[in-house]
């Protein structure tokens, strides 16, 4: 039986930057990955209810009940204290939503929308969820019309990914550096298994685009285009690619020192790309 909640850090009713069209996305709490330059770093790790943050709200949001945090939605004026309070990359301020509230909330939307996102944290540590959501959207007559996505880091096995295969549409993949080492620096993990999963989604045609974040001196992006453009044309040189542009707003640690990449920079590895044969990229339209 598959699992019909999931904790759930956000939802957003419209987004056109998650996918093709105007989608629906739900960010899942919980991610696998420490990348240092993690913009949300407080949807990394599920709370502990060590209840640390409770007394440090200043609108008396927060309680502790049986060892558990209670969170007051009504009450919260989400100014962060808490997170900023939280040492475990965590917040107290998640939602338990079964598939059945999910859909209602879709439904409230859905003659806007094209189709959902399910992003996080890292979307695929709560597959089972997932399964249900997609299952149930496919078999439902008013919104088997909505396109099923995940955006992920890559790190799920074949074996995850094949048991959402056939009720997913396509997936967008984060590959953070081609070389193993600076990957694993970057985000505490290797490569080897996001590499196999976009020639796996690629393989089985659910692989709506491969994305790349260019972080000035720490990715090894730039000197890699011809290795990485070679991996995907090998693949299918239609594959969509997506050049994002660090920035430093909202990082924590290291990585608040590290440059922004710049118009230039993102423009010369998109160059790079295309000269080594790639054809569909896309480049940020604002730098912050
Ligand atoms: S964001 Fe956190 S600290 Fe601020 S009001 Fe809400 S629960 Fe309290
Ligand atoms: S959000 Fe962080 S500080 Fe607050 S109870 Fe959970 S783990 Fe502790």
Same mark, same amino acid.
């Given at each position: 039986m598959s699992k019909s909640w999931a904790i759930?850090?956000?939802?957003?009713?419209?987004?056109?930057?998650?996918?093709?069209?105007n989608r629906f996305v739900i960010f899942l709490q919980g991610c696998n990955f420490r990348c240092l330059n993690c913009h949300n770093p407080y949807t990394i790790s599920l709370c502990k209810d060590c209840g640390d943050c409770v007394d440090t709200c200043p609108h008396q949001a927060l309680s502790l009940k049986n060892n558990k945090v209670i969170w007051r939605a009504d009450v919260c004026q989400q100014c962060d204290t808490c997170i900023n309070t939280c040492s475990y990359n965590s917040t107290p301020m998640t939602y338990h939503y079964s598939?059945?509230?999910?859909?209602k909330t879709?439904?409230? +939307?859905?003659?806007?929308?094209?189709?959902?996102?399910?992003?996080?944290?890292?979307?695929?540590? !709560?597959?089972?969820?997932? !399964?249900?959501?997609?299952n149930t959207i496919k078999q439902s007559d008013d919104l088997k019309h909505l396109t099923c996505f995940i955006d992920s880091n890559g790190y799920l096995a074949a074996t995850g990914w094949q048991k959402v295969a056939n009720v997913?549409?396509?997936?967008?993949?984060?590959?953070?550096?081609?070389?193993? !080492?600076?990957?694993?620096?970057?985000t505490g993990r290797d490569n080897k298994r996001v590499k196999q999963t976009i020639e796996y989604l690629s393989k089985i045609n659910k692989l709506y685009e491969v994305r790349f974040l260019l972080i000035p001196k720490q990715t090894d992006l730039q000197d890699n285009a011809k290795n990485i453009a070679n991996f995907i044309k090998n693949l299918n040189p239609a594959i969509k690619i997506r050049i994002n542009a660090f920035h430093n707003h909202g990082v924590h640690g290291i990585a608040k020192t590290w440059e922004?990449?710049?118009?230039?920079?993102?423009?010369?590895?998109?160059? !790079?790309?295309?000269? +080594?044969?790639?054809?569909?990229?896309?480049v940020p339209t604002i730098y912050l």
């Open positions: 759930v850090n956000k939802l957003l009713p419209f987004s056109c930057v998650d996918g093709p069209g598939v059945d509230d999910i859909l879709i439904r409230k +939307y859905l003659p806007f929308l094209t189709g959902i996102t399910i992003s996080g944290g890292e979307a695929t540590l !709560q597959l089972p969820f997932i !399964q249900n959501l997609f997913m549409d396509g997936a967008m993949i984060d590959l953070k550096a081609w070389n193993n !080492q600076i990957h694993i620096n970057l922004p990449a710049t118009k230039q920079q993102v423009d010369i590895f998109a160059t !790079q790309l295309r000269h +080594y044969g790639l054809e569909h990229i896309t």
